[in-house]
C-alpha cells in the first residue's frame, strides 16, 4: 500500500460501529455509461447519489462490524480499486452530515435539535433567496395522492400516452391556423381591467392541476409526495409540491415523465380550452377558455420549459442528459476551478465528473446566472413601470440573492485561507482580479460603436412626394414609363384651393382697377392700393404655387415606380407622402439607415467612421459618406424589411396595416456608397456602423441605464 492509502486519523474511527438507518430505499442507476446507486431518505424526502464503490462500503455499515474490519474486507476483493482511508473517512463524514447514520447508542437530544433546527433555517433561507418564487409549505398531502390514485392510474401507462397525444396534436393545428385571432392585440386582451380579475382566478386553478399532475405521476412509480403549498410566482399566487421523490425512480425515462407531467397537464388543458374557444360564442365561458390557453401556453414556454430556471426543464435536462444536480455541480466545478487553479489548493480533489459533464458545467453555471439576471431585471422594470418603489425593491433582492451573498461567501472563502497557510497568495489573487476588473470596466478604453439597419434606396432627387393635400385626380404616366426631369406624373385635386386661387386672382383684379381709377383723383389712396395689390400679388403667387405643386413632376429621368399604382386615383395624400420613385439606369449607391433615439445623440455628437455591409455580400465592409441627415424623428420605417416582420430590428404597432408605424421613433441617414459597390438591387439590406471614439465599459454601462431610467421610469 502507498502512503497515500493510509491516514494518520484512521484511529480515531477505526473501531466505530456505524449503521446506516433502516428506513433508506436504495435504487440502482445507470447514468452517461456509469453505474450508479441513489439512496432515498422518505424522512427528509431528499436523495443521495453513490458510486458503486462508495456504495459498496455505505451498504455494510449494519451497527455489528467495526470500520476497520469494513474497510480490511474491500482492500481484499477491490485490491488496488479499494478507496483509502482518507476516502472512507470523508464518506463517513457526508453521510454524517446528510443524517443518513443511526447511532446503536442513545441519541443526543441537544444535537438532535440542533441538527434539526439547521435543516430547518437551511430550508427557510433557500425559499427566502429567490424572490420571483417564494415557497410556503402547508400541506402532506400522499395520503389524499394515495387514496385517489387508482381513479387516475390508466393516464400513466402508454395508452394515456397515446390519448394524450390524441388530444393534444389536432389543437396545435388548429392553433396555427388561428393564429392572428388567438394573438391578435394580445396585451389588450390579457391586461384589460376587465380581464385581470378572470386571470388572477384561472391562473392558480391551472397551476393547482399542473402540481397535481406531478404529483401523481410521482406517486404512480411508488415516490412519496409529502409537502403541498403555496408558491408567490413573481408575487402571484399558485400552489406547489415537492416531488424531489422522483429522483429515486429507476427509469431515466419516467423521472423525465414525472418533471413534463405538469406541462402536459397544462398542454390538455389548454388543448381542451381551444376547443371550447372555437365553438362558444363571445361571453364568460369564451373568455374563461382564452385566459387558460394563455396561461398554460405562456408558462410552459417561458418558464416551466427553460431549462436555465429551476423548473420542469431543468430536471427534464437532468434525467434525460443524464446530469444529476446539474446546477449545483456545475456551481460547485466552477468554485474548484478558482481554489485549484488560482488559490493553489492543488490538493483539492477535483469533483467526480465525465468530460462531458465537464463541458456541461461549464456552460450551464454562468448560462443560467446571466438568464436568471436578465429576468429578474425584466420583471423588476416590469413591476417598477406601475409600481417604482416596489420595482426597485423587487431589482435589489434580487440582485443582492443572485451577486450579493455569492460574492460575500468568496469573501469569506478568500478570508478563511489563515489556519492553512494560503490567505496572502488568495488575497492578493483576488484583489489582482478585482483590480484588473476594474481597471478593464472602469478606465481601460474599449472601441465603441453603433450599429443599425438599412436597406439600398434611391437618391433624395428621384423620389416623388405629394407637394401638397388632395385627391388624386389623374395619373400623367402609368407604371414603369420612361420619364424625363419635370414631365408630369401626377395630378392631385383641392377644390378649396382652386377656389381659394380664383378668389385672389379677383382680388388682383379688383385692385389693379381701383388702383388706376383712384391715381387721377386721389394719390394718398392710390398708394394704399398699390400697396395691398402688392400683397395680394404676393398671396396669389403663392397660391399659384401650391397648386403648381399639386401637379407631381419627376425629378430626374429614368423609369416610374409607384408604390400600389392601381389604387392611386381617388386616394387622399397629404403634402409630403411618399408615392414612388423614379430608378435611373445609373448603378444604386443610396442607403436609408435608420437610428433609434436612444443611439441618436451618440451618432451625431461623436462620429468618428461610417461603414456599410450589404446583406448579399457579408465579410465586405465599404467605407461611406453621410449625405442627408433627417434632423426631426419619424414613427415610420423606410421599409418592410427593416420590422420584425421582414427580420430586421424595429418592433411595429401590430394595429398598422402597412407594417411600418414603430412604437418608438427613429432617426434618418442617408450614406452614399463608393463605386466598387455598384450591382446592389433596390431594398437589399445593409448593415451600418458608425464608430464612435473608444470609451469604457463603466460610462457606457451608466448611459444605457441612464437612458433605462429615462425611457422605461420616467425619472
Not at 451498504?59 to 481484499?76: F, H, K, N, Y
Not at 440573492?401 to 489556519?419: E, I
Not at 436597406?455 to 420619364?483: F, I, K, M, N, T
Not at 458608425?690 to 441605464?705: I, Q, S, V
Request: aromatic content about 8%.
Amino acid at each position: 500500500m502507498s502512503a497515500g492509502f493510509l491516514s494518520d486519523r484512521w484511529y480515531r474511527a477505526a473501531d466505530s460501529r456505524p449503521r446506516l438507518k433502516p428506513d433508506l430505499q436504495p435504487m440502482r442507476q445507470r447514468q452517461r455509461g456509469r453505474v450508479w446507486y441513489v439512496l432515498h431518505d422518505r424522512n427528509q424526502n431528499r436523495s443521495h447519489r453513490f458510486s458503486p464503490v462508495a456504495w459498496l462500503l455505505a451498504s455494510r455499515l449494519d451497527g455489528r462490524q467495526t470500520l476497520d474490519a469494513i474497510w480490511q474486507q474491500l482492500v481484499e476483493e477491490l485490491g488496488e480499486s479499494a478507496p483509502g482511508q482518507d476516502e472512507t473517512l470523508r464518506l463517513l463524514a457526508q453521510l454524517h452530515a446528510a443524517d443518513l447514520l443511526a447511532s446503536a447508542e442513545a441519541p443526543d437530544a441537544g444535537e438532535l435539535i440542533r441538527r434539526r433546527e439547521r435543516q430547518m433555517r437551511t430550508q427557510r433561507l433557500q425559499r427566502w433567496l429567490n424572490p420571483m418564487a417564494l415557497r410556503f409549505p402547508l400541506w402532506d398531502c400522499d395520503r389524499f395522492l394515495l387514496a385517489t390514485l387508482p381513479w387516475l392510474r390508466g393516464v400513466f401507462t402508454r395508452t394515456g400516452l397515446l390519448l394524450w397525444l390524441a388530444w393534444v396534436l389536432p389543437a396545435l393545428f388548429l392553433a396555427a391556423g388561428h393564429w392572428p385571432a388567438l394573438t391578435g392585440n394580445l396585451s389588450d386582451q390579457l391586461l384589460g381591467q376587465q380581464n385581470l380579475l378572470l386571470l388572477a382566478l384561472v391562473f392558480p386553478v391551472v397551476k393547482l392541476l399542473h402540481e397535481l399532475g406531478h404529483a401523481y405521476a410521482t406517486r404512480a412509480a411508488g415516490g412519496e409526495v409529502h409537502e403541498m403549498g403555496l408558491m408567490l410566482l413573481v408575487f402571484a399566487p399558485a400552489p406547489y409540491v415537492d416531488a424531489s421523490a422522483a429522483g429515486a425512480i429507476r427509469s431515466k425515462h419516467y423521472r423525465a415523465f414525472v418533471g413534463a407531467a405538469g406541462m402536459m397537464t397544462e398542454l390538455a388543458l389548454a388543448a381542451g380550452a381551444l376547443y371550447l374557444w372555437l365553438v362558444l360564442e363571445p361571453g364568460l365561458a369564451r373568455s374563461i377558455a382564452f385566459n387558460v390557453m394563455a396561461v398554460a401556453g405562456f408558462s410552459t414556454l417561458v418558464f416551466n420549459g427553460n431549462p436555465l430556471l429551476r423548473y420542469d426543464g431543468y430536471y427534464i435536462l437532468c434525467d434525460l442528459a443524464e446530469l444529476p444536480n446539474l446546477g449545483q455541480r456545475s456551481t460547485q466545478y466552477w468554485a474548484w476551478l478558482a481554489r485549484h487553479h488560482l488559490f493553489g489548493e492543488r490538493e483539492l480533489p477535483a469533483p467526480p465528473a465525465t468530460p462531458g459533464e465537464k463541458r456541461w458545467f461549464l456552460f450551464y453555471a454562468p448560462a443560467a446566472l446571466v438568464y436568471r439576471c436578465l429576468v429578474s431585471v425584466s420583471i423588476a422594470l416590469f413591476v417598477a413601470n406601475q409600481y417604482f418603489f416596489v420595482g426597485v425593491a423587487l431589482a435589489l433582492w434580487s440582485m443582492t440573492t443572485m451577486l450579493g451573498l455569492p460574492l460575500v461567501k468568496m469573501a469569506g472563502h478568500v478570508f478563511g485561507h489563515a489556519s492553512r497557510g494560503r490567505r496572502l497568495r488568495t488575497v492578493s489573487v483576488s484583489a489582482g482580479l478585482c483590480a484588473l476588473l476594474t481597471g478593464l470596466v472602469g478606465w481601460v478604453p474599449m472601441p465603441s460603436s453603433t450599429v443599425a439597419e438599412g436597406v439600398v434606396w434611391v437618391p433624395a432627387q428621384a423620389e416623388l412626394r405629394a407637394g401638397g393635400d388632395g385627391w388624386v385626380d389623374a395619373l400623367s404616366a402609368r407604371q414603369g414609363d420612361v420619364v424625363q426631369t419635370g414631365q408630369p406624373v401626377l395630378q392631385l385635386q383641392d377644390e378649396a384651393l382652386q377656389a381659394e386661387l380664383a378668389e385672389r386672382r379677383a382680388r388682383v383684379r379688383e385692385l389693379e382697377i381701383r388702383a388706376i381709377a383712384e391715381l387721377a383723383e386721389d394719390r394718398v389712396q392710390a398708394a394704399l392700393s398699390r400697396e395691398a395689390l402688392t400683397e395680394a400679388r404676393t398671396a396669389l403667387a403663392e397660391t399659384g404655387q401650391r397648386v403648381a405643386d399639386l401637379t407631381l413632376r419627376a425629378g430626374s429621368d429614368g423609369r416610374l415606380m409607384l408604390d400600389r399604382a392601381a389604387d392611386l386615383p381617388g386616394r387622399p395624400l397629404r403634402r409630403g407622402d411618399w408615392i414612388g420613385y423614379v430608378l435611373a439606369g445609373e448603378a444604386l449607391r443610396t442607403v436609408r439607415v435608420t437610428v433609434g433615439q436612444d443611439d441618436i445623440d451618440r451618432v451625431r455628437s461623436a462620429l468618428l467612421t461610417v461603414s456599410a455591409m450589404p446583406a448579399d455580400r457579408i465579410g465586405t465592409a465599404y467605407p461611406v459618406r453621410v449625405l442627408r441627415a433627417v434632423p426631426a424623428g419619424e414613427d415610420r420605417l423606410p421599409s418592410r424589411a427593416l420590422a420584425h416582420e421582414g427580420g430586421g430590428l424595429h418592433a411595429t404597432d401590430p394595429r398598422d396595416e402597412q407594417g411600418t408605424r414603430v412604437l418608438s421613433r427613429l432617426f434618418q441617414f442617408d450614406l452614399e456608397l463608393p463605386p466598387e459597390a455598384d450591382g446592389l438591387r433596390l431594398g437589399t439590406r445593409v448593415y451600418v456602423r458608425f464608430g464612435h471614439p473608444p470609451e469604457a465599459l463603466a460610462t457606457r454601462l451608466a448611459r444605457r441605464l441612464r437612458q433605462l431610467f429615462l425611457s422605461q421610469l420616467h425619472v
